[in-house]
């Protein structure tokens, strides 16, 4: 359940700059709630698809390759363990009597759903320069494992080295 919270932010931080509410507070907030706190930032975000702000460390990190490569391995390393190590059919008994278990993984399960139908994505392909919208069902129609990738491939965004109004 890592994962899902540490790929939003990819998407989000750029976003977040050009909004007129921050996105780091409901980052934080998803590392402790998961989606819930994502919904508002979601629902209310504006659309935008043009970057215009200087990128700071944070947001330099965030839009590297490397990290969407560093999410792919961990998420590859970790369903590799469950599938090996995994112990399923105890996942189901706790996944049914449970309710932490129950949650996290309906909140799982809601983050691979929401995605798609946000236009979080549609926006920061639209700030990547990229309008195939086969790029973007082959990225929506693939769990996971399609975003990841996504993030591993995009360009960089737009070095804006100064601001001019």
């Known amino acids: 359940m890592g994962v899902w919270p540490m790929i939003y932010p990819c998407l989000m931080f750029a976003d977040g700059r050009m909004q007129n509410f921050r996105a780091w507070p409901y980052f934080i907030g998803s590392n402790f709630t998961g989606v819930i706190c994502l919904l508002p930032y979601l629902i209310f975000r504006r659309s935008n698809q043009e970057f215009y702000v200087l990128k700071d460390k944070w947001l330099a990190l965030l839009e590297q390759r490397k990290t969407g490569f560093i999410l792919l391995v961990v998420t590859v390393a970790l369903l590799s363990y469950a599938v090996?190590?995994?112990?399923?059919?105890?996942?189901?008994?706790?996944?049914?009597?449970?309710?932490?278990?129950?949650?996290?993984?309906?909140?799982?399960?809601?983050?691979?759903?929401?995605?798609?139908?946000?236009?979080l994505f549609d926006d920061d392909?639209?700030?990547?320069?990229i309008k195939d919208q086969l790029i973007f069902w082959a990225v929506a129609l693939v769990p996971l494992f399609g975003i990841l990738v996504y993030l591993c491939l995009r360009p960089p965004l737009p070095d804006i080295t100064k601001i001019s109004r």
């Open 125 to 129: 392909m639209a700030r990547q320069g």
């Open 84 to 119: 090996i190590a995994g112990n399923w059919e105890d996942h189901i008994q706790k996944f049914l009597h449970s309710p932490f278990v129950h949650l996290i993984s309906l909140d799982f399960c809601l983050m691979c759903l929401i995605f798609p139908i946000t236009y």
